[in-house]
């Protein structure tokens, strides 16, 4: 009996009071909060992060590393310019920590699944185009990703701003012993092929391709992944898995980006 009551009652500390999730002193700051609202759908840099809180470069960083050491937060280094950083929110382990909180108040307390893209009678397919260098690894595998994960319900495709000849034979293998997917008689394809095209949705998975990738007509959201290129060497040494480790990343990035594209705001065709 009196483990059971221990598993439910919250923590507490020694004076008797309960302790308050560590998700919760994390993110219950203003500013940490605001920081974690900009990084829950795109990868931004400090300077970026500083122009849209409207806060001061120091303090910025002082509660970004507080996330980092959390957990909640992680950067990398960008392959555009190695002196700027990209900050990501890992929604993960946020939701882990949801989960814990909600745990720690009441055990019925559980977050409700997300919802999915799902076209009404009246509504059209979300165009979502992927955009990296070669069009070779990232680009293709989040397209093939959102074309599994959204069943037909989004319209996935992707482009290189200067694609390779082929798919690189790695990303193809990655995701055909991960995912089942077949994507071998697919060829990269340039971004200004699409010109022409209407995208809803622009995702860049390459810090290069994203200085240059080009606003869209009826383009309504721009999104930003740095996503290190599998194919290039790793700084920290040699290693295997890279493309596995790449496609695994994108996958769990696609499927946060599901209820995204759920919620937000659904252009429809004009009459």
């Given at each position: 009996m009196h483990s059971c009551r221990a598993r439910i009652l919250p923590a507490m500390s020694s004076t008797g009071q309960a302790e308050l999730p560590a998700f919760v002193r994390l993110a219950a700051h203003p500013l940490r909060w605001r920081l974690m609202t900009e990084l829950a759908v795109s990868d931004h840099r400090v300077r970026e992060l500083v122009a849209r809180v409207g806060e001061p470069q120091n303090l910025v960083s002082y509660h970004l590393r507080l996330l980092r050491d959390g957990g909640l937060v992680t950067s990398s280094r960008s392959s555009f310019d190695?002196?700027?950083?990209?900050?990501?929110?890992?929604?993960?382990?946020?939701?882990?920590?949801?989960?814990d909180t909600g745990a720690a108040l009441h055990p019925a307390l559980r977050p409700a699944q997300p919802p999915e893209p799902a076209a009404g009678p009246s509504a059209r397919r979300?165009?979502?185009?992927?955009?990296?260098?070669?069009?070779?690894?990232?680009?293709p595998i989040a397209e093939a990703l959102l074309r599994r994960h959204s069943a037909g319900r989004v319209s996935a495709t992707s482009a290189g701003t200067r694609p390779r000849d082929e798919l690189h034979p790695e990303a193809v293998r990655a995701l055909r012993e991960g995912f089942g997917i077949d994507v071998s008689g697919r060829r990269p394809r340039h971004l200004d092929a699409l010109a022409d095209?209407?995208?809803?949705?622009?995702?860049?998975?390459?810090?290069?391709?994203?200085e240059v990738c080009p606003e869209f007509p009826g383009q309504w959201q721009k999104i930003h992944w740095s996503v290190r290129d599998p194919a290039a060497p790793d700084p920290t040494g040699p290693g295997d898995g890279a493309f596995r480790r790449t496609a695994a990343d994108i996958d769990t990035r696609v499927r946060h980006l599901l209820p995204v594209l759920a919620t937000t705001g659904r252009p429809e065709d004009p009459p």
């Open positions: 190695g002196r700027d950083s990209y900050y990501h929110l890992d929604l993960d382990r946020c939701g882990e920590g949801l989960r979300l165009e979502v185009l992927f955009v990296c260098t070669g069009n070779s690894a990232r680009s095209r209407k995208f809803d949705v622009v995702v860049t998975l390459c810090d290069k391709a994203r």
